[in-house]
């Protein structure tokens, strides 16, 4: 599991067969918004100097010169101002995109109910049509990968698919807890093996 989780945060432990929900984690989506926060604060600063302060500074120089006196700062280039202006115009639209992806990211829910686990953009999938589990990720990210197949329609393909679960995009508590559910459920044998490892560390 990942350690973005702080130490201090009590563990909620679930009773077997209780539904778990996971919503989007918070620290995710605050980090994310403060991102977009700083490209658009950057935005706001190339959009002053390229229309008004990197203007005023030539201005100044031509009065100087035209006075006769020495300018206090050097002209600027009229290439360093248009760069000023295209990056006040196009890093909006950055902060937006961050802000679409994180919403797109985090939407909805982990939810595993009854031994059916429920995954933003994937069909219910319950827990006995997951076909392999790939931790190798989850260790250091807390990011796991069920890959599944769904039995479909008589004469029709089954519906395959693979679901990521991320315990930083996601609260991780309630993360942690189905993924060590569908553990239990899917490879009891490995999820034994686990626990008494980390009981003996």
Known sequence: MSSSESSATPRREYAPGEEIVAYAGSWYRKAR?????????????????GWVGYPKINADFDAAVARGEKPAKPRLPDLDIRLQKVLAVSLPGLGIAIIVWLRYNSRGCYRLKD????????????????????????????????????????????????????DFVYDQNPTDAIMAAIEEKVAPEESEIEATASDEA
Do not use: T
Request: with cysteine.
């Open 33 to 49: 918004y403060i991102m977009a926060l700083i490209v658009f604060g950057c935005a706001a600063w190339f959009g002053y100097d």
């Open 115 to 166: 031994d059916v686990l429920y995954v933003p953009g994937h069909p219910p999938v319950p827990l006995d049509a997951i076909r392999q589990i790939d931790k190798s990720k989850w260790d250091k990210k807390g990011i796991a990968y069920l890959d599944y197949e769904l039995d479909s329609q008589p004469n029709a393909p089954a519906v395959k698919g693979s679901i990521k679960l991320d």
